[in-house]
């Protein structure tokens, strides 16, 4: 394998080392990402409980994954706001509210899903 390879093959690993890094720090210290995860456990064990089907699985990883990843961006866009503007700013607020605005919507498609599958299986 050629040095340049190597290099390249290298960083990939270490991208995905940090990657994983940052998915832990998440996990570690945000109480939103880890409600997320409680819930997203919480259906999983309800998924196989249900026995739900192949594509209700695609949804629910789907929006697990959606919901989860976007507030990973939104905590993300939340301390680039607090390191460049730590005071009060009405620009940072409108910032911030977006990028939960993002996460709501996210979420409110989660529960639709979430309602879709498992609301016929409950009654
Ligand atoms: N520097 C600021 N200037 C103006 N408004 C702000 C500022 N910081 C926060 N806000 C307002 O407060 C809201 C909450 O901000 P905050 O950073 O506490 O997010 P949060 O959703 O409570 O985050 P978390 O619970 O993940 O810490 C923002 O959406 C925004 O409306």
Redesign the pocket.
């Known amino acids: 394998m050629s040095a340049k390879k190597e290099s390249f093959l290298l960083n990939r690993i270490k991208s995905v080392g940090w990657a994983f890094k940052g998915a832990w720090l998440l996990l570690r210290t945000?109480?939103?990402i880890q409600i997320q995860f409680f819930i997203a456990t919480v259906v999983t064990i309800a998924g196989f409980y249900f026995d739900i089907s192949k594509t209700e699985w695609l949804f629910q990883v789907t929006m697990i994954g959606l919901v989860m990843s976007i507030e990973g961006i939104n905590?993300s866009i939340?301390y680039i706001?607090?390191f460049i503007?730590p005071?009060?700013?009405?620009s940072?607020?409108r910032i911030?509210?977006v990028a939960?605005g993002a996460v709501f919507i996210a979420s409110i498609a989660a529960i639709i899903v979430a309602a879709i599958i498992y609301l016929p299986k409950l009654f």
């Open positions: 945000e109480a939103s905590t939340e706001a607090d503007h005071e009060f700013h009405n940072i607020g911030k509210d939960a």
